[in-house]
DNA sequence: GTCTATAGACGGATAGAC
DNA sequence: GTCTATCCGTCTATAGAC
C-alpha cells in the first residue's frame, strides 16, 4: 500500500478489504477482519461506508471503472486508426487483457489482490453483486467480443460463443491465480508475472478464434 | 435427486449441501440452510458428519475419487492399446474432459453441482481443502499434463506450462458456468450443454497445444 | 470523524432425553 | 439414530459520548 497521509481512513479500508476480499471471499470475510488489518474501529467503518456489501462494490468498482474507460477509449482510439479496415486480433486481445494482467501483476499497491477478485467474481455468483457485473463488466466483454467477432465470421454464432467463453474462462482463471503459479509449475513459472502471462495469453486467444471448424460431432469412446 | 428408501439420512444431505455449497460457496452456507433444504434434524448432520469441513470434503471426494479412478484407468488402457506409440491428444482431452462435463450436464442427480463446486475449487482457496487438492486434484491433472507433453516436445517448458494453466482455466471456467449459458449468450448457446461443449472444448484444447510458438515477446502499445 | 459499548441475530456445536 | 433445547462465540449494525 502507498503511503498515506491524513485522514485517508477510507482509503486504507479499501485496500485492507480489497485483500482480505480476494484471499478469503465476501463470506469468509469479517468487518472485524478489515478493520483489524487496517488498524480503523469498526464503527469508523461503518460510518465511512454504511455497510459489508457497499464496501465490497466500492473495491470492486473503484478498479475497474477506470480500467474500463481507458480500454474502451483505447478501443476507439484504434478503430478510428485502423478507418474502415479491422483493428488486428492481436491488439483487440492485448487492449482487452493487458490492464488486467498488469493489474494481476502490481504486488506494491494491492492491485492484484483486485485481479483475483475479479477472477473469482464469474464463478461465484453474488447475489448483490449480480446488477454491478451486469453493469460494469459484461457490456465491455460483450463490445470486445463484437469486435473480435468481425475477424472471425467464418465460425457459426454458437461455435464463436463458446470459443469466446474459453478464452475469457482462461484470462479469469490466470488472473485469479496469477499468484501460485510458482508452486503450481514446480518453479518454473513465476508468480505475477504479467508479461509473460500476456505474451503466452495474447497468441493463445488468436490461435482459439482461428482454429477450424470440427464439422463432425465427437464421435469418441 | 434420485429416490432414496429406507434412512438415507446421510445421503440425502450430501445432495443437499452439494447444492447449496454450489450455489453459495462454503462460507455462504450454514449447516441450517442444509439441514432445512434436506428435511434432516440439525443434530443429525453432527451425528453423521462430525463438523461442517468435513461434510464439504465428503461431497467432494464422494464425486472426485470414483472419477479420477475411472479417468486414470481409461488412460492406462489407451496408452496400453497404443502400445509404443503415444495416444492422440484428442483421446487425453476427451479421457480428462468428458466426464466433468457429463457431471456438469447432469440436472437429475446433482451432477450439476459438483462440476461448479470443482469449477470453483481452484480459484476459491479454502485452507482445509488444499490438501484435499493436492492429494485428489492435483495428482491425476499432472498425469494428463504430462502425456498431453508428449505431443509438444517443440515448445519450452515455461511455454507448455502456460498453455496448459490456459487450458484447465478455460475448463474449470465452463464447469462452473455450463448452467447460464443461455443467459449469457442471449439464448445461443444452452444450458447444460455438456454435448456442444465438449464437441468445441476438444479442437480447443488441441488447438491450444499445437498453435505455433510466437517467438518475439508482445511490443505493441 | 472517531471512539466505547452494546443490541440483536445467527453461527457451529453439543448435552441428554427418547 | 433422531429429536429438543441450549451453550457460547461471533457477526453486522447502531446508539450515543467525545
Not at 198 to 208: D, G, K, S, Y
Request: hydrophobic content about 45%.
Amino acid at each position: 500500500m502507498p503511503g498515506f497521509q491524513k485522514s485517508d481512513t477510507l482509503e486504507i479500508l479499501l485496500y485492507a478489504a480489497e485483500e482480505l476480499f480476494a484471499k478469503q471471499g465476501f463470506d469468509g470475510t469479517t468487518l472485524r477482519d478489515i478493520t483489524g488489518l487496517a488498524g480503523v474501529n469498526l464503527a469508523a467503518a461503518h460510518y465511512h461506508l454504511g455497510n459489508k456489501e457497499a464496501l465490497y462494490i466500492k473495491v470492486f468498482t473503484r478498479r475497474l471503472q477506470p480500467i474500463n474507460e481507458s480500454r474502451l477509449a483505447r478501443l476507439a482510439r484504434a478503430e478510428q486508426e485502423a478507418n474502415i479496415s479491422l483493428v488486428g486480433m492481436e491488439q483487440l486481445i492485448e487492449i482487452m487483457a493487458r490492464p488486467l494482467f498488469e493489474l494481476a501483476a502490481d504486488t506494491q499497491h494491492g492491485g492484484q489482490y483486485f485481479a483475483r477478485i475479479l477472477g473469482r467474481c464469474l464463478v461465484e455468483p453474488l447475489p448483490f453483486m449480480e446488477a454491478i457485473i451486469t453493469a460494469e463488466l459484461q457490456p465491455v466483454m460483450a463490445r470486445f467480443g463484437q469486435a473480435l467477432r468481425r475477424h472471425s465470421p467464418q465460425l457459426a454464432p454458437e461455435e464463436y460463443l463458446w470459443r469466446f467463453s474459453f478464452v475469457i474462462g482462461a484470462m479469469h482463471h490466470s488472473l485469479a491465480t496469477l499468484h501460485g503459479m510458482k508452486v503450481r509449475t514446480h518453479g518454473i513459472c513465476r508468480d505475477h508475472d504479467a508479461a509473460a502471462a500476456l505474451q503466452r495469453f495474447i497468441p493463445f486467444a488468436v490461435a482459439t478464434f482461428t482454429a477450424p471448424v470440427k464439422p463432425e460431432p465427437v464421435n469418441n469412446r
